[in-house]
């Protein structure tokens, strides 16, 4: 009975002590991430091929998701302020929900998708086929070559990637509300401007730099920790995804907390 009892507790240490062991060997990667950007000579000739993987490959399913997400903004606005609110509060609810939340958050959960899973199988695959152990042996520095360029990619196109994704939700959310709810350009536009300030923008980009980062850096660890061969790489892969995905969330919490 005791042992019954106590099953769920001990499953909760066990969960526990394997969070927070995961948590460290993430911040070690991290701290020898950071100091392997000395290694410029390593990691520049590789910083443009993985911007081009990261964020230029991205943009189309980047764009796909915010020009039906501005459409459904724009549709559900209608609705709900139907007789009780001006129809241009439309634009307001479009322009500052992109910016603010739904711009962000989905880019970041659709990337963490595509660059998270991409990076964590092409690194595991390389950890079981004993590559990232080659290079360790021939003195090759395996985080500047195979982590940095990856994270300062992420970092450096996600806000470029979640600028156009919000450009094409508001564009979506006028042509919506021009072609579907009777309303002119002026009536969208002055509502999209009316409550606009500029630290909106930069808010959106300090997310989605947070986010940029967390994606790459898990990926990259949970492809450094694959064991197992081809099984591991398929856990290794699922557990990037949905990691940096439960990340993305806390952090868009973060944000909203502590800048907002």
């Known amino acids: 009975m005791i042992r019954l009892l106590g099953a769920p507790f001990a499953a909760l240490g066990r969960g526990s002590t394997t969070l927070a062991e995961g948590v ?3 911040g070690m990667l991290t701290g020898q991430t950071i100091q ?16 081009a993987r990261v964020g230029v490959d991205s943009v189309p399913i980047a764009l796909f998701i915010a020009m039906f997400t501005g459409i459904v903004l724009a549709l559900q606005a209608s609705y709900t302020f139907t007789g009780a609110i001006p129809l241009y509060f439309v634009g307001v609810l479009v322009g500052k929900t992109m910016m603010l939340e739904l711009g962000p958050v989905l880019t970041g959960l659709a990337l963490s998708g595509r660059v998270g899973a991409n990076i964590a199988a092409e690194l595991g695959t390389m950890r079981v086929t004993e590559q990232i152990d080659a290079l360790e042996t021939l003195a090759y520095p395996p985080v500047a070559y195979l982590v940095v360029p990856r994270v300062l990619a992420a970092i450096i196109m996600f806000p470029v990637v979640t600028a156009l994704a919000i450009g094409m939700g508001i ?18 536009i002055n509502g999209l401007t009316l409550f606009f300030v500029p630290f909106d923008v930069t808010f959106a980009m300090i997310k989605a730099t947070s986010f940029g980062f967390m994606v790459a850096s898990i990926g990259c660890f949970f492809g450094f920790t694959t064991e197992g061969g081809a099984e591991g790489v398929g856990h290794s892969t699922t557990r990037a995804v949905v990691v940096s995905s439960m990340v993305i969330l806390v952090l868009d919490a973060f944000w909203a907390v502590t800048l907002l």
């Open 24 to 26: 460290g060997r993430w």
């Open 36 to 51: 392997a950007l000395r290694h410029v000579d390593v990691w520049l000739r590789l910083l443009l091929p993985q911007m």
């Open 171 to 188: 564009f979506a959310g006028w042509a919506t509300s021009i072609q579907l709810l009777d309303m002119t350009s002026a009536e969208f």
